[in-house]
């Protein structure tokens, strides 16, 4: 190739790389304050202090949450309704209210909060999610759009852990928060309580696969520093970060964490480990991430090519296995 080529080669290749590189911190800024708020609305629904008779909020909680906590959770008998707002009870229940114009109603948040808590709280006790109690936690005046407030709730635990609703009974509407891979305890760490830590291992992941396949440790926590959460400081669902993030999630195969070669002083870096390649794609993970920024994954343009190289050649690495 003529030197002129070459170099115009590595030029583009270098603008690529920075575009590449800007897109990745977009996305990561934009993820990561999502991810802080959303955490900082269902802070009062601590892991060690589910069963306490009330919720309690920092003072920079939205109004939204704050309605939302005016619901006293009782651990025996779900949830119950302590107060209840005159322009509740004066506003009438049409199908408007879930549309982009009203989603901020304080209303509307308020209906969305408590049953997101009650969805928590039944996956945090391991019970079974019937239907006909999830009705009995939404205001009947709401039930009209009880589906619509049903999936903003879904939609928020999905961001915040990585956990779907799936109906495991259709003759009795019984459902399950289900985690998107197949850690221990449906997501859990710990066999007898805890809320999902499938949220945190699929941001990492994503934070490995936006930053070309590999990422510092710096690079990591930059990140979770965003949303508030620090290494060596013990979080409300996380538990302690660090050791959950280099010890249990590389023990069970879903991360890599290694050395830098020939760094000093030593400096480490994660990728994807076995247990993730098997069990997600990038694919997956993108889309993952795009939900948390409300946006469609080939939007990411850049990763979403590659997420879709990467499907196209595990397709044909299927069809040559199943073919011998």
Known sequence: ?????????????????????????????????VVEKQLLSLSFVAEDDLQSSSATESPSTSQASREAAATTFTY????????ESK????????????????????????QVSVLEQFLLYKYEVKQPILEEDMLKIVSRKYHGVFAGILKKACDHIEVLFAVDLMEVDSISHTYDLVSKLKLPNNGRMRADTGLPKTGLLMTILGIIFLNGNCATEQEVWEFLNVMKVYAGKKHFVFGEPRKLITKDFVRLRYLEYRQIPDSDPPR???????????????????????????????????????????EEESTSQRGIQSWH
């Not at 025996?76 to 107060?83: L, N, R, V, Y």
């Not at 322009?87 to 308020?110: I, M, N, R, V, Y």
């Not at 997956?284 to 795009?290: C, D, I, R, T």
């Open 1 to 33: 190739m003529p030197r002129g080529n070459k170099s115009k080669s590595r030029v583009r290749q270098k603008q690529q790389q920075t575009r590449e590189e800007a897109e990745s911190r977009r996305i990561f800024e934009e993820a990561a304050t």
């Open 76 to 83: 025996s008998g779900g949830f119950h309704t302590t107060a």
């Open 87 to 110: 322009k509740d009870e004066e506003q009438p229940c049409t199908s408007e209210f879930l549309s982009p114009d009203h989603s901020g109603s304080d209303l509307l948040a308020s």
């Open 268 to 310: 480490f870096e994660f990728l994807w480990g076995p247990k993730a390649y098997a069990e997600t794609s990038k694919m997956k993970v993108l889309e993952y991430m795009a939900k948390i920024n409300k946006k469609s994954p080939s939007s990411f343009l850049l990763h979403y090519e590659e997420a879709l190289q990467d």
